[in-house]
Nanobody, 117 residues
Framework: VQLVESGGGLVQAGGSLRLSCAAS????????MTWVRQAPGKGLEWVSD????????SYADSVKGRFTISRDNAKNTLYLQMNKLKPEDTAVYFC???????????WGQGTLVTVSS
């Protein structure tokens, strides 16, 4: 089982980024998937979930209305579109499966997002 994130980088406040997570080693389309983040010096924060078929999505209040989770089961890929980024969104973003909140069984290596003010 492998999850590989990409798409992080440095962006100015108000800008946008799209994160991707390529999954392999399991039947991607059968699993709910999750994005979790960790800001510098802070604990893990659950960001968003999407159901296996993509029909149900949930978001943390801190990102609701700005972030959109999606998936392409044909490509075994999870996405996180992040708009109107704020400096407080600066964090390492992880995709994960088998999660209960921010407690997950399988993690990617993470991708760093830095938002400058």
């Amino acid at each position: 089982v492998q999850l590989v994130e990409s798409g992080g980088g440095l962006v100015q406040a108000g800008g946008s980024l799209r994160l991707s997570c390529a999954a392999s080693g399991f039947t991607f389309g059968s699993y709910q998937m999750t994005w979790v983040r960790q800001a510098p010096g802070k604990g893990l924060e659950w960001v968003s979930d999407i159901s296996s078929g993509g029909g149900f999505r949930s978001y943390a209040d801190s990102v609701k209305g700005r972030f959109t989770i999606s998936r392409d089961n044909a490509k075994n890929t999870l996405y996180l579109q992040m708009n109107k980024l704020k400096p407080e969104d600066t964090a390492v973003y992880f995709c994960a499966k088998d999660c209960h909140g921010s407690s997950c069984g399988v993690w990617g290596q993470g991708t760093l997002v830095t938002v400058s003010s």
